[in-house]
């Protein structure tokens, strides 16, 4: 099956040969390759006309345009692909050789399909990152706030796990569903993603299958600004497109098949781009409770659990099984006295290990 993967260039003469090189020596060998250059002014459009043509015979498309954006070069390049499954690598990261085969070894043709992997996170050198360097220090506590949801939605809802729109791979007709990525500067992805749950549940591979470059030049660091302002028009509309409608997936977030845990969940924890329960951001609820503080996560390792215990089909007992996770779960919180995570006591661990003895729990990721 074809995979179209588009490159948005702008200003990553650095880069750009290593994230162009990454595609081409894919082990999946069905690919397009889509560079839209969006005006860059370093010499990146230059090195990219190089790397083509020192790969003549691959099935390259490239354009080069005034600056418009990053939103518009991303959904230019999308409407010149011809795979039925599409992906996009922004000009500074970079994919792992085996990503594409790996992501789609347990692929099977469906109409609405999205899927994520781990990231390693590498500086300008391409060299990981440090285990105390703040992106890092972030990811791996997001990761940890992951093993605690029921789903990957409610991971998802929780921290963008995922980290960028470069980690995401997505059938065509899902992304004409959704209806594209919005005009968003922090968070398109997150919101394409969280859109795309209402259809269908996430995949998350547990592999690290590409790399997210950190440098002083990317968005990350430039426009912190808007972080508040677009997570919480973001979140809105998620919710408000589960008020509309009952959402496909019945595994996705929202009172239509989480009637009471969802109410628990958004006044305990808080999104991504705060630090206050996301309950407070939510406007037009139907039911108000009262808020709730924020809980001490607990790793799913000290409870003898695997990374991950996501659910991953619909039943009739999954609210349940998850308030029922919840309450063992806050039975360990204590107040927080130093960053070590306190233990939980070996009965929570021997009663989640029942739970999680369901049929339809289990590790999402198919390796």
């Known amino acids: 099956m074809l995979v179209s993967v588009i490159i948005p260039s702008y200003n990553h003469a650095r880069y750009v040969k290593q994230a162009i090189r990454s595609v081409i020596e894919q082990s999946y060998s069905d690919v397009e390759l889509i560079i839209i250059d969006d005006g860059s002014s370093d010499g990146s459009e230059e090195l990219i006309r190089e790397s083509i043509s020192e790969n003549c015979g691959r099935h390259i498309v490239f354009e080069a345009q005034r600056n418009a954006g990053a939103h518009q070069a991303i959904m230019r390049g999308l409407s010149l692909a011809k795979g039925n499954l599409l992906t996009i690598l922004n000009s500074d990261d970079f994919y792992e050789l085996n990503r594409l085969e790996r992501m789609l070894h347990n692929f099977s043709p469906v109409e609405n399909y999205i899927a ?140 239509a098949h989480w009637p009471a845990y969802f109410d628990l969940f958004i006044d305990r924890f808080a999104c991504w781009f705060s630090k206050e329960p996301m309950g407070r951001f939510i406007q037009g609820r139907p039911v108000q409770k009262q808020v709730r503080g924020r809980a001490i996560w607990v790793d799913n390792a000290r409870l003898g659990l695997a990374d991950t215990d996501f659910l991953t089909s619909s039943g009739a007992g999954n609210e349940a099984y998850a308030l029922l996770r919840e309450m063992l779960l806050g039975q360990s919180e204590q107040p927080v006295v130093s960053a070590e995570l306190t233990p939980a006591p070996k009965t929570l661990g021997a009663s989640l290990k029942r739970i999680l003895g369901r049929g339809n729990v289990g590790p999402i990721s198919k390796t």
Not at 138 to 165: E, F, H, K, M
Not at 205 to 226: K, V
Not at 233 to 248: C, I, Q, R, Y
């Open 116 to 255: 994520f992997s781990r990231v390693r996170l590498v500086d300008d050198r391409s060299c990981p990152l440090s285990n105390n360097a703040p992106l890092q220090l972030w990811y791996d506590q997001a990761l940890r706030d992951a093993a605690r949801c029921p789903t990957v939605g409610y991971a998802l809802l929780r921290n963008n796990i995922s980290v960028t729109s470069g980690n995401l791979l997505f059938t065509r007709a899902l992304y004409d569903r959704v209806g594209g990525f919005r005009h968003f500067k922090m968070c398109h992805d997150w919101d394409f993603l969280m859109r795309a749950t209402h259809y269908v549940e996430p995949i998350y591979i547990q592999e690290p299958l590409m790399a997210y470059r950190y440098h002083e030049t990317n968005t990350l660091r430039s426009t912190a600004h808007l972080v508040e302002q677009e997570g919480a028009a973001a979140l809105n509309d998620f919710v408000k497109l589960g008020l509309s409608e009952t959402a496909p997936n019945h595994l996705a977030p929202g009172w």
